[in-house]
T-cell receptor, first 114, second 116 residues
C-alpha cells in the first residue's frame, strides 16, 4: 500500500542532544512537509520541500534542520538549539501543487525531552 | 492573504443528534477546501474535499460538507453523531490560483466530543 511512514513512533531526547525523525513516502509525491503539533493545538509548519535538494523554512524553523537528498525521504533533525522540543511531529506529502489532492499524513512521532 | 477560521474550539453533541463543525475561509480566487480528522496520537486522515461542482460534498464515515460561496463557509456536518466521531477536526484551504505549488492553510482545529 502507498503511504507515509514515520519512525520512531515515540522518541526521548536528553537535554543538549540532537535527534533525527524519519519520514519516508512511496507515493511518488514531489512535495513533503514537517509540522509540529503541541497538545490540543493546531499544526505549525516547520519546513517544506517542493523537490529533491530543495527545501524552505516554514513558520517555526529555528532549532530544526532538514535534508531532501531523495524524493522518498525527508528527515527532520531537532537540534539542541530547539529549547522546547517536546511535541507531536507530523510529516506529510503531496503531489506537485497539492491543490487538488491535498496532503497525505504520516502517523506522527511523539518527541519527549527527559 | 489566505486564511481559515474554525470559530469553535470544541463542539459537544449527544450521540444520535446531528453535528456541525464550522469553517470559514478567505482566499483570492476560487478555493479548494478540505476536512481532515485526527484521532489521539495519530496523523490527520482525509475526510472530504470540495474542488468544484455540487456544493454538497459527501465524504468518509457519513460526513458531508456544504460549500457556501457567498458566506465563504465550508461547514462539516453529519446527520447522526456517534461516540466514535469524537476527535479533532481540521479545515484547510488552498486557492486555485496557486498554480504549480502552494501550501494548504489549516485552521486551528475543533475538538468534537460526542456524549453517549
Amino acid at each position: 500500500d502507498g503511504g507515509i511512514t514515520q519512525s520512531p513512533k515515540y522518541l526521548f531526547r536528553k537535554e543538549g542532544q540532537n535527534v533525527t525523525l524519519s519520514c519516508e513516502q512511496n507515493l511518488n509525491h514531489d512535495a513533503m512537509y514537517w509540522y509540529r503539533q503541541d497538545p490540543g493545538q493546531g499544526l505549525r509548519l516547520i519546513y517544506y520541500s517542493q523537490i529533491v535538494n530543495d527545501f524552505q523554512k516554514g513558520d517555526i524553523a529555528e532549532g530544526y534542520s532538514v535534508s531532501r537528498e531523495k524524493k522518498e525521504s525527508f528527515p527532520l533533525t531537532v537540534t539542541s538549539a530547539q529549547k522546547n522540543p517536546t511535541a507531536f511531529y507530523l510529516c506529510a506529502s503531496s503531489a506537485t501543487g497539492g491543490a487538488v489532492d491535498g496532503y497525505t499524513f504520516g502517523s506522527g512521532t511523539r518527541l519527549t525531552v527527559v | 492573504a489566505q486564511s481559515v477560521a474554525q470559530p469553535e474550539d470544541q463542539v459537544n453533541v449527544a450521540e444520535g443528534n446531528p453535528l456541525t463543525v464550522k469553517c470559514t475561509y478567505s482566499v483570492s480566487g476560487n478555493p479548494y477546501l478540505f476536512w481532515y480528522v485526527q484521532y489521539p496520537n495519530r496523523g490527520l486522515q482525509f475526510l472530504l474535499k470540495y474542488i468544484t461542482g455540487d456544493n454538497l460534498v459527501k465524504g468518509s464515515y457519513g460526513f458531508e460538507a456544504e460549500f457556501n460561496k457567498s458566506q465563504t463557509s465550508f461547514h462539516l456536518k453529519k446527520p447522526s453523531a456517534l461516540v466514535s466521531d469524537s476527535a479533532l477536526y481540521f479545515c484547510a484551504v488552498i486557492s486555485e490560483r496557486s498554480g504549480g505549488y502552494n501550501k494548504l492553510i489549516f485552521g486551528a482545529g475543533t475538538r468534537l466530543a460526542v456524549h453517549p
